[in-house]
């Protein structure tokens, strides 16, 4: 058996979800976004698959109370995950044939369509069903999940927890894991439910904890799409009526105003805010002209770092950046 014969066997890819952008028009969706490197989403994608797992199963099994009987020497017991979908007829590696621009570029992150055996869920005992979703940019990971009835928020600071990282080797491809609470159309009306919505959650839970005023920050994230479509506007000449995103300071007041509805003692504070509001500009493949995503949540200061700019905390410390601050 060949090297990446052997290796595609531990650990196989799902397939895109192609279904996915018309879903994720309709209703909204959790998920988690993961920022990886360029050229090796392949790569991360596995890795992902890997740290995602095990949160996802000790959620399944604190939540139904299903737990497997295993034998002491095994570890880890192999499982279908039901990725969906289109069809199973003669699934082969089709490693190379998609676009540069794509999501599967440069070798790295073809679109493997055979399924994983990972055990993230499983369709049949009603857990979490996770979809690859296909992007138009490199560097970027995305799955989705219909199912809303769990806290990405949770998994991805069980993640960054120090008693965590000891279990797993450190991450080598994926840098960042941002979790998404609830996607949504990016429109001022979806924006402004969506986060009072979330905010409101948020608040509830944490009432008891906040003293005084809460200070919060505001991140809206496009990834480069605003480039593109730039490029698009040009080549439709004397087109003035295409769709334009949605700046910042229009998106700052959106979310502001959702905020201040709910809390309407709280301040902006971009240095040291206890909670902050990320707007994520989703570059989904396959989307119609002139629709566009956005995913939102709201992060506890213990998930994110201001510094050089808002964004959640990496899975791996820079030991540089570590040293800098000791002195």
């Given at each position: 058996?060949?090297?990446?014969?052997?290796?595609?066997?531990?650990?196989?890819?799902?397939?895109?979800?192609?279904?996915?952008?018309?879903?994720?028009?309709?209703?909204?969706?959790?998920?988690?976004?993961?920022?990886?490197?360029?050229?090796?989403?392949?790569?991360a994608?596995?890795?992902?698959?890997?740290?995602?797992?095990?949160?996802?199963?000790?959620l399944?099994?604190?939540?139904?109370?299903?737990?497997?009987?295993?034998?002491?020497?095994?570890?880890?017991?192999?499982?279908?995950?039901?990725?969906?979908?289109?069809?199973?007829?003669?699934l082969?590696?089709?490693?190379?044939?998609?676009?540069?621009?794509?999501?599967?570029?440069?070798?790295?992150?073809?679109d493997?369509?055979?399924?994983?055996?990972?055990?993230?869920?499983?369709?049949?005992?009603?857990?979490?069903?996770?979809?690859?979703?296909?992007?138009?940019?490199?560097?970027?990971?995305?799955?989705?999940?219909?199912?809303?009835?769990?806290?990405?928020v949770?998994?991805v600071?069980?993640?960054?927890?120090?008693h965590?990282?000891?279990?797993?080797?450190?991450?080598?491809?994926?840098?960042?894991?941002?979790?998404?609470?609830?996607?949504?159309?990016?429109?001022?009306?979806?924006?402004?439910?969506?986060?009072?919505?979330?905010?409101?959650?948020?608040?509830?839970?944490?009432?008891?904890?906040?003293?005084?005023?809460?200070?919060?920050?505001?991140?809206?994230?496009?990834?480069g799409?605003?480039?593109?479509?730039?490029?698009?506007?040009?080549?439709?000449?004397?087109?003035?009526?295409?769709?334009?995103?949605?700046?910042?300071?229009d998106?700052?007041?959106?979310?502001?105003?959702?905020?201040?509805?709910?809390?309407?003692?709280?301040?902006?504070?971009?240095?040291?805010?206890?909670?902050?509001?990320?707007i994520?500009?989703?570059?989904?493949?396959?989307?119609?002209?002139?629709?566009?995503?956005?995913?939102?949540?709201?992060?506890?200061?213990?998930?994110?770092t201001?510094?050089?700019?808002?964004?959640?905390?990496?899975?791996?410390?820079?030991?540089?950046?570590?040293?800098?601050?000791?002195?």
């Amino acid at each position: 058996m060949k090297p990446w014969e052997q290796h595609s066997a531990v650990i196989s890819l799902p397939r895109y979800d192609y279904r996915a952008p018309s879903s994720l028009l309709d209703r909204p969706h959790s998920g988690f976004l993961i920022t990886c490197t360029i050229k090796r989403e392949k790569s991360a994608t596995k890795e992902a698959i890997s740290i995602l797992e095990k949160h996802l199963c000790s959620l399944k099994s604190n939540n139904s109370n299903i737990m497997e009987s295993s034998d002491s020497d095994v570890s880890v017991k192999k499982r279908k995950v039901c990725f969906e979908e289109a069809d199973n007829e003669n699934l082969k590696d089709t490693e190379g044939e998609e676009t540069t621009n794509e999501l599967s570029v440069s070798g790295e992150g073809a679109d493997d369509p055979t399924l994983s055996s990972s055990n993230m869920s499983e369709n049949k005992t009603g857990t979490l069903i996770p979809s690859l979703v296909k992007l138009t940019r490199s560097g970027l990971l995305l799955f989705t999940f219909s199912n809303n009835n769990f806290s990405p928020v949770n998994i991805v600071s069980d993640i960054l927890q120090p008693h965590s990282s000891r279990d797993l080797r450190a991450p080598r491809w994926c840098h960042r894991i941002f979790p998404i609470q609830s996607t949504c159309s990016l429109k001022k009306d979806d924006i402004h439910a969506v986060v009072s919505k979330l905010f409101k959650q948020y608040m509830d839970d944490e009432k008891k904890k906040i003293e005084g005023p809460i200070k919060f920050a505001v991140g809206y994230n496009r990834r480069g799409i605003e480039e593109t479509e730039m490029k698009n506007q040009k080549s439709k000449e004397g087109s003035s009526n295409g769709p334009t995103l949605m700046n910042r300071d229009d998106c700052f007041k959106i979310v502001a105003g959702a905020v201040k509805e709910i809390a309407p003692d709280s301040v902006v504070d971009l240095k040291n805010p206890q909670v902050a509001v990320f707007i994520e500009l989703l570059p989904i493949s396959g989307l119609p002209q002139g629709a566009f995503v956005v995913a939102v949540s709201i992060l506890p200061s213990e998930l994110i770092t201001t510094k050089p700019r808002l964004c959640v905390k990496a899975l791996v410390v820079d030991a540089k950046t570590t040293k800098e601050k000791k002195r």
